[in-house]
């Protein structure tokens, strides 16, 4: 069964800094990996999808890695943004059963001014 | 686009009332998702579809969850009846075909009293 792990479940940090969160799964026999923003009392919105053939994938300030072999993706953000405050999620899609999406818990994520 | 649309956005409802929620779901996509998100439970697939065809809804919770898709732009969600325990966050979701991102509607929040 896949699990997916995210840690830590909470992240402070200043404006500025850049920053790795982290998402681990127990199956390397992934199909892909999504990495989602969740605000408070909204949906989720995907900032970045992975296939399984990739290493990593960039949108501006952000950068996901991918890395199958370790059960590990990271998402990297650049020059931190109070406005970057949020629950970050990542889901990874199974190969068998492959429609589904398997989410991590979430971290936690407060840029201080 | 709209994006996937979702409603109400709240209800607020009395042990043993019929819910009803619904979903359009973004215009061309093949696949419909329901979720539930609590805070114990995280995020937890109920049902999808796929062409308005239900695939797998081996994640409702019980017999008293049902969901139709009687056409490709409208889905409902539908408690009857509803329990306390029932209360969570609903989203539903859709995709395109193979590797397609997930998108995500606002949700609906549901409390049962």
């Known amino acids: 069964k896949q699990e997916v792990t995210q840690i830590p479940a909470a992240l402070s940090v200043p404006e500025g800094e850049n920053l790795v969160l982290n998402c681990s799964f127990t199956d390397s026999a992934i199909y892909n990996l999504q990495w989602f923003r969740q605000d408070p009392g909204k949906g989720l919105t995907s900032l970045l999808l992975i296939q399984s053939s990739q290493r990593e994938q960039t949108s501006g300030r952000l950068n996901a890695s991918l890395d199958k072999s370790s059960g590990r993706s990271t998402l990297y953000i650049a020059a931190s943004q109070p406005g970057d405050s949020a629950t970050y999620l990542c889901a990874v899609r199974r190969i068998q059963g492959a429609q589904k999406l398997v989410f991590g818990q979430g971290t936690r994520l407060t840029i201080n001014p | 686009d709209a994006g996937v649309i979702q409603s109400p956005r709240h209800e607020v409802t009395e042990m043993g009332q019929e819910v009803t929620l619904r979903c359009k779901p973004i215009?061309?996509?093949?696949?419909l998702f329901w979720y539930r998100q609590t805070m114990m439970r995280g995020l937890e697939l109920l049902i999808y579809?796929?062409?308005?065809?239900?695939?797998?809804d081996s994640g409702m919770p019980e017999d008293r969850f049902s969901a139709k898709m009687p056409n490709a732009s409208f889905s409902t969600l539908k408690i009857q009846p509803s329990e306390p325990r029932d209360s969570a966050v609903y989203f539903c979701?859709?995709?395109?075909?193979?590797?397609?991102?997930?998108?995500f509607g606002e949700g609906s929040r549901l409390t049962v009293l």
């Open positions: 215009s061309g996509h093949d696949y």
């Open positions: 979701a859709s995709r395109t075909l193979g590797t397609g991102e997930l998108f």
């Open positions: 579809f796929n062409n308005n065809v239900p695939i797998d």
